[in-house]
């Protein structure tokens, strides 16, 4: 039977663990296309706010129509993140977000390209068994010709990964410390409450991975896909 911290964060058994989430990878989200309606009833539920829901106070705004409320698009993200990585990764709990910005509107209609960066990964000091992965998420505007137009929404988190689980029958007994991919620096004492696990900046340039099957370099090609990033 699957262990519990082998299970990914929808529950299946999971591939992906703490040290696959290596610095310096970048994993495809896919492409997200905003739903007029969906926009609106989110607004209307959370953040009814005239922009968001009154399309002739907003059609006579500078905003020239309704636009996305934050948390709308946002949401998008969180769910193209659990479909694309979190369904087949060790996840755990998330201990915090560092920031969340909102770049440029969003309206109906618009194609999102989703990505997330791997910027650091260590072993958690607050979670033995887990490690502690600093990701940067990114939106971006697709063109008619699925180039990017423009970054409309930017976040930096960490997420907690479970380290891959060690059959019995081949640990070394000898060996007994956790795999650490953050910089030597990282080791310095934090300060603040226990389970404030802060980001770490790793190395860049990783080696390409892939932790799906191949797919086209052209966005929205719905196939999740790793590339080292500079």
């Not at 699957?2 to 610095?23: I, M, W, Y």
């Not at 699925?146 to 930017?154: A, N």
């Not at 991975?209 to 370099?217: K, L, N």
Request: glycine letters at 10%.
């Amino acid at each position: 039977m699957t262990a519990p911290d082998a299970r990914s964060g929808t529950g299946q058994p999971a591939e992906l663990f703490f040290e696959d989430l290596v610095p310096g990878l970048t994993v495809d989200l896919g492409v997200v296309t905003v739903d007029g309606d969906e926009m609106v009833a989110f607004a209307r539920r959370f953040d009814p706010q005239w922009y968001h829901v009154d399309p002739d106070l907003a059609g006579a705004s500078r905003h020239g129509g309704l636009i996305a409320s934050g948390f709308y698009t946002v949401s998008l993200f969180m769910r193209a993140y659990v479909d694309h990585l979190l369904s087949r990764a060790a996840a755990d709990a998330s201990p915090g977000l560092e920031e969340l910005r909102w770049l440029a509107p969003v309206r109906a209609g618009d194609r999102l390209a989703v990505r997330v960066d791997v910027m650091g990964a260590r072993p958690s000091t607050a979670r033995p068994g887990l490690g502690t992965v600093s990701l940067t998420g990114t939106m971006l505007r697709l063109g008619p010709d699925d180039r990017p137009e423009q970054e409309v929404l930017r976040t930096r988190f960490r997420g907690w990964f479970a380290v891959r689980p060690v059959d019995p029958a081949e640990a070394d007994p000898d060996e007994v410390d956790l795999p650490d991919t953050a910089p030597a620096d990282a080791e310095q004492p934090v300060s603040g409450p226990a389970d404030a696990d802060r980001p770490v900046s790793g190395p860049t340039g990783a080696d390409p991975t892939e932790i799906g099957p191949p797919g086209s370099d052209r966005p929205g090609s719905g196939t999740p896909r790793v590339e080292p990033h500079d």
